[in-house]
């Protein structure tokens, strides 16, 4: 993989990367055609990290096509899949602390997700050396801590964050949708969207209480809620104070599937 990224730039080329865990759907493919757009190539990663799975999640059981997914990649003129089947040595010594930025919001009941993602994202940057990397606002958090950290270790990468591409009822799209079954998917999932929308409207009509607001729209989803939260998009600490910028970010569970969601005002 790094002898073919050093050849594009010996000629000149510019490498934009897509990391991703497989089972392709359509909001993967929005990231890959943006990534086009910033540079020569795309390298798109395909790989379930085991580093960002906790012990009770599901690592083992996460949905895998990738006969699918490669078919659905041409189609839109991938130039490169990184499919590794490994990652690691037999043992890990290093790894990427993103510090107190993965003690809020998921990070809150995920512990040690985001190390095991940042850890396997620089990995990635390693490997196949891009200039560009394209990332979903899907996982904001996500989002937040992989360019804090090229800026804090010095990576010359331009971090770029694409919008979330929902489905018609405004369930942000997930390879863990396809978990759902169809009372789940049709009358719980989309209500963690509901929540966040009611929250961006009242925002509109000039509310800004943020804990307010916040009680009021925990009371919509139909599933069980883990939290929702309104934070600075960069510290992610809890504003009270809604402005334009503020991320509403929250998490639930439709029966067995946890979903997350955010929008920002
Ligand atoms: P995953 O395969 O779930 O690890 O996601 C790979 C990348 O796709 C991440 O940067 C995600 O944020 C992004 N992504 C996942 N779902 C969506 C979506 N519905 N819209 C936009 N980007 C997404």
Redesign the pocket.
């Known amino acids: 993989m790094t002898a073919w990224s050093n050849r594009q730039y010996r000629n000149n080329k510019t490498i934009a990367l897509?990391?991703?865990?497989?089972?392709?759907?359509?909001?993967?493919l929005?990231?890959v055609r943006l990534a086009k757009k910033h540079a020569d190539l795309v390298v798109v990663s395909?790989y379930v990290?085991p580093t960002q799975f906790g012990p009770t999640e599901d690592f083992s059981r996460y949905p895998r096509n990738i006969k699918r997914d490669l078919k659905l990649l041409k189609e839109e003129g991938t130039d490169v899949v990184f499919t590794p089947s490994n990652m690691y040595e037999s043992k890990i010594f290093f790894s990427i602390n993103p510090g107190s930025l993965q003690n809020e919001l998921c990070g809150k009941f995920r512990p040690g997700h985001f190390e095991g993602v940042a850890t396997i994202v620089l990995k990635l940057f390693n490997v196949i050396q891009p200039q560009v990397a394209?990332?979903?606002?899907?996982?904001a958090q996500?989002?937040a801590i992989l360019k804090k950290m090229t800026k804090e270790l010095d990576l010359d990468i331009k971090m770029i964050?694409?919008?979330?591409?929902?489905e018609p009822d405004g369930l942000?799209?997930?390879?863990?949708n396809v978990y759902l079954s169809s009372g789940e998917r049709h009358s719980v999932a989309p209500t963690l969207n509901t929540a966040l929308r009611f929250i961006q409207d009242a925002f509109g009509k000039g509310n800004t209480h943020a804990p307010l607001l916040l009680k009021k729209a925990a009371q919509i989803p139909k599933g069980k809620l883990q939290y929702l939260a309104a934070v600075d998009p960069e510290t992610l600490l809890p504003v009270k104070k809604l402005v334009p910028g503020t991320l509403v970010a929250g998490a639930m569970f439709a029966g067995k599937t946890r979903l997350i969601d955010n929008i920002t005002l």
Request: proline share 6%; aromatic share 8%; hydrophobic share 40%.
């Open positions: 897509v990391p991703t865990m497989g089972y392709l759907h359509e909001g993967h929005s990231l395909i990290n394209v990332f979903g606002q899907k996982d996500q989002f964050a694409a919008p979330i591409v929902r942000a799209m997930s390879s863990r």
